[in-house]
């Protein structure tokens, strides 16, 4: 079964840290990239940061350049999203997502993905 599961969401206060972990599950993680996407009540779907397992690439949105970042266990078929210096605007639901492309950008839309996780509450306090 595919299978993407996110853990590590929570409440947090303004300039705190969190870290999402993705683990995957039924498909030959190496071969994918993984992305991380994030909706807020009212506010388009975002992709926040993706990362491609066949060579490393990264991409992030740049509202979260210089604070976020990503990487990738092969050994765990985990990725993970440290989120530093967080604030209120990051308030959203985290998605991961798979896809077998990689272009270089963090495409928000549903068609470039085909598979997703359940998705975790980030709630940041001001």
């Known amino acids: 079964e595919v299978q993407l599961v996110e853990s590590g969401g929570g409440l947090v206060q303004a300039g705190g840290s969190l870290r999402l972990s993705c683990a995957a599950s039924g498909f030959t993680f190496d071969d994918y990239a993984i992305g991380w996407l994030r909706q807020a009540p009212g506010k388009e779907r975002e992709g926040v940061s993706c990362i491609s397992n066949s060579d490393g690439s990264t991409s992030y949105a740049d509202s979260v350049k210089g604070r976020f970042t990503i990487s990738s266990d092969k050994a765990k078929n985990t990725v993970y999203l440290q989120m530093n210096s967080l604030k209120p605007e990051d308030t959203a639901v985290y998605y991961c997502?798979?896809?077998?492309?990689?272009?270089?950008?963090?495409?928000?839309?549903?068609?470039?993905?085909?598979?997703w996780g359940q998705g975790t509450q980030v709630t940041v306090s001001s």
């Open positions: 997502a798979a896809s077998p492309f990689w272009s270089g950008f963090c495409s928000s839309g549903s068609y470039y993905w085909p598979v």
